[in-house]
């Protein structure tokens, strides 16, 4: 698994259990998907 993938799904795993804790698990599902895409740019960007 590289780094990035690890990044995306820590992310998908925290955002889902911040959206359970406010009764939206969906909502926080996709919103750490975003914040992990992001970070994984990030992370790629800073590689180059």
Do not use: T
Request: aromatic content about 10%.
């Amino acid at each position: 698994m590289k780094r990035g993938d690890a990044v995306i799904y820590g992310c998908v795993i925290v955002g889902a259990g911040v959206g359970l804790l406010i009764d939206y698990a969906f909502p926080g599902v996709l919103i750490g998907l975003g914040i992990g895409y992001l970070l994984k740019q990030a992370f790629d960007d800073e590689e180059q």
